[in-house]
């Protein structure tokens, strides 16, 4: 498999930067088999049946980009200069990594304020990455990197416009519970309140797993052999309460559909070591391309994704290559919207 194999031409035109309003107004495309079918998010349930259960990712975004400035003394007296820090983790020892902007031009030491109340230290560069040390922890932190943070938009957004406010209401699901990640499970931003009724009035059950998603879910695949592709790690928890839903859910012949390749990920890592769906937590790496076998996921629902990525790569192993690559054909010319704030597909296997 070579990485020009999930390549296909995109006009940046289909490229969103504002999601649909309200959220389940978006466009959904159905591919059942060799069927494709244009419908928006609001008909969903007419796919779905009584004793299916849908498996959402209930991560939380935390405002993780910040502006700000760095203050030196030096032979010509004390100077400030711009800084840009997207975080990405924290560390076990209370600091966090992040990207800087300009990494080179800071020394281990600085002070960065991003406002009155939130301030850092550069305690160490390693692999591209800065460490952090934060002046503020626990509810006071989060407090003040409220106020002070950014969603961090992806690049291809954030490429064409800043993030604002109302991004803080539109990259965060409904259902947004554990703060840890710095970029959403952007197929879960469809729902709202009433559809999520109408799904549980008609007998589909509803299952909650966490899955932090990291900054590395947009590195770009820089092998032509895609599976030499390291994946980046993310930290992950499937509960007993889900793992039974789910297991129950299998047990008596319902789909277990993912909402997002994040769930999906998640699921297929706690099943990988006994085969069968189990309570699991820690981080995983796992890459899925096409010659994965699947042993959760009966279907998917997910947004449309990046040329030559590792999810064109996992949504392939799922449906085939081929079909999906006339699923994303029809998407293009029916113009659907691209990416984390563009439309929804549903895929079903045949």
């Not at 560390?91 to 902007?101: V, Y």
């Amino acid at each position: 498999m070579q990485l020009s194999d999930f390549d296909f031409d995109l006009p940046e035109s289909l490229i969103a930067t504002r999601p649909a309003k309200p959220r389940s107004s978006a466009r959904l495309l159905v591919a059942a088999g060799d069927a494709i079918t244009d419908a928006v998010v609001t008909d969903l349930p007419q796919w779905l049946r009584p004793g299916d259960r849908l498996v959402l990712n209930n991560t939380r975004v935390i405002p993780a980009r910040l502006s700000g400035l760095r203050h030196r003394d030096g032979e010509a007296g004390p100077s400030q200069s711009k800084i840009e820090v997207t975080l990405l983790e924290p560390r076990a020892d209370g600091t966090w990594s992040a990207l800087l902007k300009p990494l080179r031009k800071i020394r281990e030491g600085e002070v960065l304020v991003f406002s009155d109340a939130l301030s850092a230290t550069l305690t160490a560069k390693e692999e591209g990455q800065g460490l952090l040390a934060f002046n503020l922890a626990g509810e006071d932190f989060d407090a003040a990197l409220a106020e002070a943070g950014a969603m961090p938009l992806p690049p291809y957004i954030a490429a064409k416009r800043a993030a604002d406010a109302q991004d803080k209401e539109d990259y965060q699901t409904i259902f947004a519970r554990h703060a840890g990640a710095v970029a959403a499970p952007t197929a879960s931003l469809h729902f709202d309140a009433p559809l999520l009724q109408r799904i549980v009035d008609m007998g589909v059950g509803l299952t909650e797993v966490t899955l932090h998603v990291g900054a590395g879910t947009f590195l770009p695949v820089k092998v032509e052999d895609v599976t030499t592709h390291k994946m980046h790690a993310e930290w992950g928890q499937v509960t007993e309460k889900a793992a039974a839903e789910i297991a129950a859910t299998k047990a008596a012949g319902g789909r277990v559909i993912p909402v997002g390749t994040t769930a999906l990920r998640l699921l297929e890592s706690a099943a990988r070591a006994s085969g069968q769906i189990a309570a699991w937590e820690g981080e995983t790496d796992i890459f899925i391309y096409p010659g994965f076998e699947f042993r959760v996921t009966d279907a998917l629902m997910t947004n449309f994704h990046l040329p030559k990525s590792t999810l064109m790569m996992l949504v392939s192993a799922l449906m085939g290559q081929e079909r999906v690559k006339r699923i994303y054909a029809h998407a293009v010319e029916e113009n659907y919207r691209f990416f984390s704030y563009g439309d929804a597909s549903l895929l079903i296997p045949g």
